[in-house]
C-alpha cells in the first residue's frame, strides 16, 4: 500500500497511526519502502499483500468511529448542561482556596523563623504577621531577588494562588507544595520546625461540611463548568455535525480508492510494490537498518577469569500496541559478544573524616547467568539507621540471587522474550516483599531492629533483547542504546520532605505500586549503569534552576560526555587485557577521586557499570 495513501487514511479518520499501522501489521502489509520509521514504529517488510477483506474491515470499523462519533456530538450538543458547580459548590471551593493562602502565609512564616535561628540565630520580629510584612523584611535583610530564602517563599506563596480546589485533597497539596520548594540551591532542606508545619497543615485539612446543592436556579450570567470538549460541541453543534460528515465521507472516498488500487486501476505502484510482488525484496544498500530486528549480540563475561559463549538465538519482533495474528519467524542473531561488568562501593568524604570511622553503608552485587544474561544491584543504606551497612549488604546479595532465579524460573532466556511490563513489576513487588521479610527475620536472630537495617535498592537486568529495571527509594540508573542515546532507566522516589525517601523497610506494603517502580526497555542495550545518589550529582542532570519559573525541577538525563568516556576507558582496559580484578580496582579508584565532584563527595558513592566490549 502507498505510504501516502495510508497517511491521507490515518489522518481523516482522526485515530492513532501507531494502531492502524499494528492492525496492518497483523495481516502483513509492508507500509514502506525503507528501513525509516513511521509514526514512532519501525517499518517491516512482507511479501504477503492487503487483501480487499482486510481493507473493507479497517474501512468499516473507521466509518463505524466516525458515526459514532457523529451521534455523540449531536447528543452532546442537544443534552441540557449539568450544573454540577452550582454556587455553594464554588463558595466551598473558594473557602478551601483561602485555607490554603492562609495555610502557606503562616508555613511561610515558620520556614523564615528556622531558617533565620539556623543562620546566625537571628529572630523574626513578633510584629510580621501577613505576607506583605514578611517580603518587606525579606526584601531588607537579603537584597538579592534570587537568595535562596526569598525563591522558596515566593514559589510557596504561588502554589496558594494555584490551588484548583475540587477534590484536590488540601494535606496533600501543601505536603507537596514545602516538599517541592522549601529547600535550598543546593538541593538540601531548609531548616524549619517540622512539627510546626504539619501542624498547620493538619489544621488546614481538617475535613469542611459537604455544600448541599442548592434547589435555586443559576444566577445570570452563571455557566456551569462542562468538560472543555462537551462545551465547545455544545456550543458548535453544526460544525462539529459537518466536520463529522466530512471524515465520514471521507473515509468511504478512501475505501474506494483502496479497493480501486487493489484491482489495479490506479497505476503502477514502483519498483518497491514491483520487487514485492514477485518475491524479491530486499535491503536497499547503503541504507543502515533502524529497526530493531538486527539485534547486537551479547555474550557473558565470566568473572573468575574467563570468557563464556552466551547462547545463539534469534531476534524478537518489534513491540507493537497490539499483538500480530500470525506468529512471525524473528531474525536470526549474529555470534554473541562479551559483557564486562566494573563496580565498587567507596565511604563518602564525611564517613572518612568522621571520629570514629562510619563505614560505608552502600553496597552492590552482579550475578552473571550467561547468553547475555545478568543481575546488577546498588544499596544504599540509610545514614541516620545503626545498622544500615548490614542491611545493605544482605539485600544486595539476596536481591541478586533472587531475581536470577526469576529469570531463570520463567524461561525468558530460551524463549528469547522480556516478559510485559506489568509481569514484570509483580514479580519485582514480590521479590521485594520477600526479602523484606528475611530482613526482619536476620534483625530478630541478630538482636536488631528491624528499621536499623533500612537502605534503598536498584536492580537492573541486561540482556541482548533489552534492560529490565525495578527499584525503591532513590538513587539512579541509565543505559545507552544502539542509537548512541544515553536514557533514564528509573525516576528516584522522592518523599514529602525534601532530601528524603523510602526504604525496603519503610515501604508502605498494603499498597506498593506507588513506591516500587519497575520498567522493561525493548531493544539490545551496549552499556547500562546504576549508581547510589552519592554519584548522581556527578552523571545526571538533577535538580535543575528554571530561572523563568523560579522552581526546581529535575530533568534525570545522563551526562553523556561522562558515561561515555567511561565506557571507552573499560573498553581500553579490555584491549590491553587488564584483568578484572585490576580494573574493578581503577574503578574504584576512580569513585574516590576521579574528579573533584567525587574527591569531595560526603555521600558514599557505589556504581556498577557494564559494557559491551566486543558487539
Known amino acids: 500500500m502507498d505510504p501516502r495513501v495510508y497517511h491521507l487514511l490515518s489522518l481523516s479518520a482522526g485515530v492513532n497511526r501507531q494502531r492502524l499501522f499494528a492492525v496492518w501489521l497483523s495481516q502483513g502489509e509492508p507500509l514502506g519502502s525503507s528501513s525509516q520509521y513511521h509514526a514512532g514504529v519501525p517499518m517491516v517488510r512482507s ?24 451521534v455523540a456530538a449531536n447528543l452532546l450538543s ?75 517563599i515566593k514559589n510557596l506563596r504561588r502554589k496558594g494562588d494555584e490551588y484548583p480546589g475540587g477534590d484536590v485533597s488540601i494535606r496533600d497539596y501543601l505536603h507537596r507544595a514545602v516538599t517541592e520548594f522549601a529547600i535550598r540551591l543546593n538541593k538540601k532542606p531548609l531548616a524549619y520546625d517540622k512539627n510546626r508545619v504539619n501542624s498547620i497543615i493538619s489544621a488546614a485539612a481538617e475535613p469542611r461540611t459537604a455544600p448541599t446543592p442548592s434547589d435555586d436556579p443559576p444566577s445570570p450570567g452563571h455557566r456551569p463548568r462542562m468538560g472543555l470538549a462537551k462545551a465547545w460541541i455544545g456550543e458548535h453543534p453544526l460544525l462539529v455535525s459537518g466536520a463529522l460528515a466530512l471524515a465520514l465521507l471521507s473515509n468511504l472516498a478512501l475505501f474506494l480508492v483502496i479497493i480501486r488500487k487493489r484491482r489495479g486501476e490506479i497505476g503502477q505502484a514502483g519498483s518497491w510494490d514491483a520487487d514485492r510482488a514477485n518475491g524479491r525484496v530486499t535491503q536497499p544498500t547503503g541504507e543502515p537498518r533502524s529497526d530493531s530486528s538486527y539485534l547486537v549480540p551479547s555474550r557473558s563475561f565470566d568473572r573468575a577469569g574467563g570468557r563464556g559463549v552466551g547462547q545463539v538465538g534469534r531476534a524478537q519482533a518489534p513491540a507493537y500496541p497490539y499483538p500480530a495474528k500470525a506468529a512471525r519467524k524473528p531474525s536470526p542473531v549474529p555470534k554473541a559478544g562479551t559483557w564486562l561488568v566494573v563496580k565498587a562501593s567507596v565511604p563518602g568524604l564525611s564517613h572518612v573524616q568522621s571520629e570514629p570511622q562510619i563505614p560505608c553503608q552502600d553496597s552492590n552485587s552482579y550475578q552473571d547467568i550467561g547468553g547475555g544474561w545478568g543481575v546488577a544491584v546498588v544499596c544504599d543504606g540509610a545514614g541516620s539507621k545503626s545498622h544500615s551497612d548490614i542491611g545493605a549488604k544482605y539485600v544486595a546479595e539476596r536481591a541478586g540471587l533472587y531475581f536470577r532465579k526469576i529469570i531463570e524460573r520463567h524461561g525468558w532466556m530460551r524463549s ?37 537495617l533500612a537502605c534503598t535498592v536498584i536492580v537492573v537486568v541486561h540482556s541482548p533483547r533489552g534492560l529490565m529495571a ?146
Request: charged fraction near 30%; include cysteine; aromatic fraction near 8%.
Open 470 to 615: 525495578t527499584h525503591i527509594g532513590d538513587g539512579r540508573a541509565a543505559f545507552l542504546t544502539v542509537t548512541g542515546d544515553w536514557l533514564a532507566a528509573i525516576r528516584p522516589y522522592k518523599g514529602e520532605e525534601a532530601n528524603q525517601t523510602v526504604f525496603i523497610t519503610s515501604l508502605d506494603w498494603m499498597d506498593p505500586d506507588k513506591q516500587i517502580e519497575s520498567k522493561v526497555f525493548d531493544g539490545p542495550p551496549m552499556a547500562f549503569a546504576l549508581l547510589s545518589d552519592g554519584c548522581e550529582f556527578h552523571s545526571f542532570e538533577v535538580n535543575m534552576l528554571d530561572a523563568e519559573r523560579e522552581r526546581y525541577w529535575d530533568p534525570n538525563k545522563p551526562y553523556p560526555k561522562f558515561f561515555g568516556s567511561l565506557v571507552d576507558q573499560v573498553k581500553a582496559l579490555h584491549r590491553g587485557h587488564a584483568s578484572l580484578q585490576e580494573i574493578d580496582s581503577k574503578w574504584g579508584d576512580f569513585l574516590r577521586g576521579g574528579n573533584e565532584g567525587l574527591k569531595n563527595e560526603p555521600d558514599d558513592k557505589t556504581m556498577i557499570l557494564g559494557v559491551l566490549v566486543e558487539p
Open 78 to 152: 442537544n443534552s441540557p448542561a449539568k450544573a454540577d458547580e452550582d454556587p455553594a459548590r464554588i463558595e466551598a471551593d473558594n473557602a478551601d482556596k483561602q485555607r490554603v493562602v492562609r495555610a502557606l502565609d503562616e508555613i511561610q512564616i515558620e520556614i523564615v523563623q528556622g531558617y533565620l535561628e539556623s543562620n546566625g540565630g537571628k529572630a523574626l520580629p513578633a510584629g510580621i504577621k501577613t505576607a506583605d510584612q514578611l517580603d518587606a523584611f525579606l526584601a531588607k535583610l537579603y537584597p538579592r531577588e534570587g537568595h535562596e530564602l526569598r525563591a522558596a
Open 47 to 70: 511479501s504477503s499483500r492487503l487483501n480487499p477483506g482486510s481493507s473493507t474491515t479497517i474501512l468499516a470499523t473507521l466509518l463505524a468511529v466516525s458515526f459514532a462519533y457523529l
Open 416 to 452: 528469547e522474550t522480556l516478559p510485559r511490563q506489568r509481569e514484570w513489576h509483580h514479580l519485582s513487588i514480590e521479590a521485594f516483599r520477600r526479602i523484606k521479610v528475611e530482613l526482619e527475620a536476620l534483625a530478630a536472630r541478630s538482636g536488631f531492629d528491624t528499621d536499623s
